[in-house]
Nanobody
Framework: QVQLVESGGGSVHVGGSLRLSCARS????????MGWYRQAPGKQRELVAA???????DYADSVKGRFTISADNAKNTVYLRMNSLKPEDTAVYYC????????????WGQGTQVTVAS
């Protein structure tokens, strides 16, 4: 059983930055990748970033060049640095274990709200 706890969400103005953190605890069995999904009201869930156990990264086109995912394995923590935030980045962000496509994962955090005000 893996537990994921997010922190770092909040409200910022357009162009601002936030860093989300996801602390992982519990079993380390079969961890292939960690990722961040986001869900905005009325919109489809989107996988915005993922990092593999080999530290390769992948990003949604909508956030490339603005978001950076990283991992501190010693702290069992994954980060999502978000720069140049836009109103369309407003969503609940979920940390996940082993993301698949845009909607599935082995474990989910509780979510953290990010609001970007224009």
């Amino acid at each position: 059983q893996v537990q994921l706890v997010e922190s770092g969400g909040g409200s910022v103005h357009v162009g601002g930055s936030l860093r989300l953190s996801c602390a992982r605890s519990g079993s380390t069995f079969s961890i292939n990748a960690m990722g961040w999904y986001r869900q905005a009201p009325g919109k489809q869930r989107e996988l915005v970033a993922a990092i593999s156990s080999a530290d390769s990264t992948d990003y949604a086109d909508s956030v490339k060049g603005r978001f950076t995912i990283s991992a501190d394995n010693a702290k069992n923590t994954v980060y999502l640095r978000m720069n140049s935030l836009k109103p369309e980045d407003t969503a609940v962000y979920y940390c996940v274990l082993n993301p698949v496509g845009n909607s599935r994962a082995d474990s989910w955090g509780q979510g953290t709200q990010v609001t970007v005000a224009s």
